[in-house]
């Protein structure tokens, strides 16, 4: 395990129950309200999973685990993905926050234990998609949309949820169309969520759909 990882795990009573683990990880370093994102995610994304036929389990643990970077200040996240051996995108260097999905598939991985390659992959996209995403990665990625972790109720949700009504990927392509037609104003756009937006809206008969309908 890299230094950097290690370092993070010294003292913290880890029991190979995930859920539980997470909890511990988080608190101990500070992040109880990421703690709390994350189980809320998990749950969402268990009863998408069930919904659209997914595995419910690997939902649940993508969900557990997705932000556990949250211990690394997002001004070091670029650093430390460099460090990790990451490759890390202009886009991702002008935003390091973002860096964030990609170091939690990490995390998940070397400190948590994950092997599952679909799990780690959901965890992995879950800020921004990406072109080819399977099922998984879309439960995971809509789940952490609907469990919003900010103050308020994010502007896109009565949209996403009426969408999911129509299809997974109709949901996908809702949240993904309201960045979109924000493209402009947007800090950055991630080259993972263009490809997937434009992925997915090539195979939608409604690919503008709006979030705020």
């Not at 670029?78 to 999905?101: C, F, N, S, T, Y």
């Amino acid at each position: 395990m890299h230094e950097l990882l290690s370092h993070l795990i010294e003292g913290v009573p880890l029991t190979g129950n995930v859920s539980r683990d997470m909890r511990t990880f988080l608190i101990y370093h500070g992040h109880p309200k990421t703690a709390g994102h994350s189980l809320r995610v998990a749950e969402e994304a268990r009863q998408l999973a069930a919904r659209f036929n997914a595995n419910e389990t690997q939902a649940e643990i993508a969900g557990w685990l997705h932000d556990v970077s949250a211990v690394f200040p997002s001004v070091r996240r670029a650093d430390v993905a460099r460090q990790l051996g990451l490759d890390v995108l202009p886009e991702e260097e002008k935003m390091p926050m973002i860096v964030h999905q990609k170091l939690s598939a990490i995390l998940a991985c070397e400190v948590f234990g994950i092997t599952d390659a679909a799990v780690l992959s959901a965890i992995g996209c879950h800020t921004t998609l990406k072109a080819g995403s399977t099922v998984l990665d879309k439960v995971v990625f809509v789940a952490d949309k609907i469990s919003w972790d900010q103050a308020g109720a994010p502007p896109y949700l009565p949209g996403l949820l009426a969408a999911l009504d129509e299809s997974l990927d109709q949901a996908v392509l809702c949240y993904l169309s309201y960045l979109w037609q924000q493209r402009d104003s947007l800090p950055v756009l991630h080259p993972w969520l263009v490809a997937a937006y434009r992925q997915l809206s090539a195979t939608k008969t409604h690919p503008g759909l709006m979030a705020t309908r």
